[in-house]
């Protein structure tokens, strides 16, 4: 079995999948949501400096990120740990050396990994137009709009995926997860006024 | 030498992987290899198994290690029939 098919069956016999997917959607909106409101928060500020900006970005990116791997690995080991002992209590063995020995220690640091870096490379997308216009590139927007409309983009790509993994409408769910960016944006302006 | 030609046996399996997952990998380990799996009893965590194996020279460690792999315990050997090839020598 190769390492792709050996992962599959790690998960299959955990009912992870499920799993992985909802901590990928759940976070990665998390990060998309940070992002769009630490740039409106710049965007309605009066000329904050573009490295400010960036170190913030990227701050909040680690955080999220070093959040999720931590968060999900603590609740998914424990998880997996009583998971194993209640089949190894009903088999009325150890299991060891056994597929399920081996899932319960690497599924946890799977989903962990997943809940980690689904925030952190979605932070860094969004923020790619920051880095541009630092690197001296010129982009067609101001680099902070440029993110913004980035991260509207995402959002909307993560709420067409959640529409298709549960069978609706990918249109309406992804406006549904823009009318959600679309709230916060209208309290932070609410706020910064 | 003597080799294994059938097996049948007793094996208690979670639920997960199911039956398809642990036939296809047992089915794996030779190319002439037939499985037949029947469950005989099912609780809330586990399966009981009826595994038959059919091969013209069966590897029985490799085949405990496959089930021991996919989270399952060999409960016992129930029925073994072997054949001794040309070159097996009888002693008196």
């Not at chain 1, 599959?8 to 901590?23: A, G, P, Q």
């Given at each position: ?33 940070t ?45 997996r ?12 063995t150890d299991?060891r ?13 799977l ?83 | ?46 399966q ?8 013209e ?36």
């Amino acid at each position: 079995m190769n390492l792709f098919a050996q992962l599959r069956f790690l998960f299959n016999i955990t009912h992870s999948e499920d799993i992985v997917r909802r901590y990928f959607v759940v976070n990665g909106f998390d990060g998309a949501l940070t992002m769009l409101g630490l740039n409106m928060g710049f965007y309605v500020s009066d000329n904050v400096d573009l490295s400010v900006v960036i170190s913030a970005c990227l701050g909040a990116a680690v955080a999220l990120g070093m959040s999720g791997l931590a968060s999900a690995y603590i609740s998914e080991a424990a998880e997996r740990k009583r998971w194993l002992s209640e089949l190894e209590d009903a088999m009325i063995t150890d299991l060891r050396g056994s597929a399920h020995r081996t899932a319960a220690k690497v599924v946890p640091l799977l989903v962990a990994l997943v809940n980690s870096l689904a925030p952190l490379l979605i932070s860094l997308f969004i923020i790619t137009p920051l880095w541009l216009a630092d690197a001296g590139i010129l982009l067609p927007l101001a680099p902070v709009e440029a993110a913004i409309g980035l991260a509207f983009l995402t959002i909307f790509g993560l709420g067409v995926f959640l529409g298709r993994v549960s069978g609706r409408l990918w249109l309406w769910s992804g406006l549904q997860a823009l009318l959600i960016a679309l709230a916060t944006v209208l309290i932070i302006f609410i706020i910064g006024d | 030498m003597v080799r294994i030609k059938r097996l049948v046996l007793d094996v208690l399996k979670p639920h997960q992987p199911d039956a398809l997952e642990c036939t296809k990998a047992l089915a794996r380990l030779g190319v002439d290899y037939r499985i037949k799996l029947t469950m005989t009893e099912m609780d809330e965590r586990t399966q009981t198994l009826q595994i038959v194996i059919q091969g013209e020279d069966l590897d029985f460690e490799r085949i405990k290690e496959t089930i021991t792999n996919m989270g399952c315990s060999l409960r016992s050997i129930d029925e073994v029939e072997a054949t001794g090839a040309p070159g097996t020598t009888t002693e008196s």
